[in-house]
């Protein structure tokens, strides 16, 4: 591949990284397994790169392969597997809307989705990434009505996980 | 619910620029690095089951093991299966690389996880012939050198004899076939566990 796809690759994934990273933080636990996957989802955006032809933004293109390489294609390496405790990011918030009760709802509303399932931890992600059903339902395959049952069974399957 | 959720939604977009930052030339480095994708595992192993099968294949039609037999007729069939199994090797490699070639990481989750099952069941199809191959060759060269050789012959006239040789091949081939099963069940269900799973909990959605 050329040189000039390279270097408009490299940029635009520098650019957009925040999406993958994102996704790294919901599938996996520890740096290792992050960085792992970040890799791994470098490598399918490269492979997928010559396709694209920007009909679509770079970053709603990155979201499919990125999610898709996720949840089908990576197998965890053997180094990767890590039990450390998904970590609260309540580091996140700034101080002066420290809330301890938040904050406290917060680490449990992460441990809650950290249970979750490879296919209603992509619904969950796309829902905080304010997609509509219609990118929902395209992205998974699953039809638009069945999405929008199915969200509403993980906001019940979370409470239940909060309030067991 | 709805709170919480409000809640975690605020602090995801929060975070959205806390990420350790990922250089252009750390990116430069991953990109020449190798994938160690189940697609990649996929292939590797669906080459070498093709080369092993058709490894044994050309073994076990090695006219050395056909002359010791004597028999004009398993001459006969030993060819024309050695031709058939051509045709059958280039229909099957044709197969697998179309499919292999369908599998794109833009498609749908659901059609991603089709594709790739489909790419898999191919080379189980091909695995499947040749042990279909193997028994078949099996039987019909127990009966071949049961009615060339006299003695054999007559064993099988006395009481018994007969059944506990079909009883023997029988054991003998299932066993073969069992072993093969397990041992793809354990490669298969450690490499695709996950993607079963998953594909499983998706189609599910949609009932």
Known sequence: MSDSLEKSFIKQLKDNQNIIHKICRLYTNGEDAHKDLFQEITIQLWKAFPKFRGESKFSTWAYRVALNTAITLYRKSIRSISTVEFESRSYFISQEDYNPEEEEQLKLMYKAVHQLNDIDKALIFMYLEDKDYTEISETLGISEVNARVKMNRIKSKLKKILNP | ?207
């Open chain 2, 1 to 207: 619910m709805i709170k919480e959720l409000d809640l975690l939604k605020k602090d995801w977009k929060k975070s959205e620029n806390s990420f350790e930052l990922v250089s252009e030339s750390a990116i430069y480095r991953m990109i020449h690095k190798k994938s160690s994708s189940i697609v990649k595992w996929i292939l590797i192993i669906s080459i070498l089951e093709v080369l092993l099968w058709t490894g044994i294949s050309v073994f076990y039609n090695s006219d050395e093991s056909l002359k010791k037999i004597k028999s004009e007729n398993l001459i006969y069939y030993f060819k024309y299966l050695t031709e058939l199994n051509y045709v059958v090797v280039a229909i099957f490699i044709y197969m697998f690389y179309r499919n292999y070639r369908a599998i794109s990481t833009i498609t749908s989750t659901k059609q991603l996880m089709g594709d790739i099952m489909k790419t898999r069941k191919t080379v189980q199809y091909y695995v499947w012939y040749n042990l279909g191959i193997i028994a078949i060759s099996m039987i019909l060269v127990f009966v071949m050198v049961f009615t060339a050789d006299p003695k054999l012959h007559q064993l099988s006239s006395k009481s018994n004899g007969l059944l506990l040789l079909i009883v023997f091949c029988a054991i003998f081939i299932l066993g073969v076939v069992g072993l093969f099963w397990l041992f793809y069940r354990l490669i298969y269900g450690i490499l695709l566990q996950k993607l079963y799973k998953n594909y499983n909990e998706l189609k599910n959605i949609d009932l």
